[in-house]
T-cell receptor, first 114, second 114 residues
């Protein structure tokens, strides 16, 4: 069975600090996809990144970066020089190749204080 | 390109009633999935439709049903509403070149059951 664990329920930092959101996943499949979504107070889930199981290259997009390590089944997300606008709930999710279905972690509520 | 749209945005119903929620996917997207979000259970997959056929179903009772039309628009129906059905219902669409393709979410319909 698939499972995604986000152990950090809430994180609060001061603006300009770096912050890392942890994500650990479980799956028996060799082909799978990992995602991060952001949910601001408005409720809509905003897509941030998709990674397939064969691509372990780290990705950087502006202040955001992702570290995918199959050896530890982790897909961590780092925000560098955080800003107040980064405050939201962040979800890590897993999809296996045999079904178009996302399994989500419980989410991490990130608060950036000015 | 317009994003995923969901109507209505807010809904208040009483126990025992039924409700229909609507979702219009991004133009060209052929797969539509539905998710329920509650504080206790988090984000859970309800079902996925492609070419007017339900391909996958989550672990929800038969009171939850859906359908997809030839223009890819989708509706979900909940009959005999219970208090526990109060939730944010999110619809997501994807092109579906393959399973695991990125899902883009709408703003959700917040259902309150009194």
């Amino acid at each position: 069975a698939q499972k995604v664990t986000q152990a950090q329920t809430e994180i609060s930092v001061v603006e300009k600090e770096d912050v890392t959101l942890d994500c650990v996943y479980e799956t028996r499949d060799t082909t799978y996809y990992l995602f991060w979504y952001k949910q601001p107070p408005s409720g809509e889930l905003v897509f941030l990144i998709r990674r397939n199981s064969f691509d372990e290259q780290n990705e950087i997009s502006g202040r955001y970066s992702w570290n995918f390590q199959k050896s530890t089944s982790s897909f961590n997300f780092t925000i560098t020089a955080s800003q107040v606008v980064d405050s939201a709930v962040y979800f890590c999710a897993l999809s296996e190749a045999k079904a178009q279905k996302l399994v989500f972690g419980q989410g991490t509520r990130l608060t950036i204080n000015p | 390109k317009a994003g995923v749209t969901q109507t209505p945005r807010y809904l208040i119903k009483t126990r025992g009633q039924q409700v229909t929620l609507s979702c219009s996917p991004i133009s060209g997207h052929r797969s539509v999935s539905w998710y329920q979000q509650t504080p206790g259970q988090g984000l859970q997959f309800l079902f996925e439709y492609f070419s007017e056929t339900q391909r996958n179903k989550g672990n929800f009772p038969g009171r939850f049903s859906g359908r997809q039309f030839s223009n890819s628009r989708s509706e979900m129906n909940v009959s005999t509403l219970e208090l526990g059905d109060s939730a944010l219902y999110l619809c997501a669409s994807s092109i579906l070149r393959e399973n695991g393709d990125t899902q883009y979410f709408g703003p959700g319909t917040r259902l309150t059951v009194l």
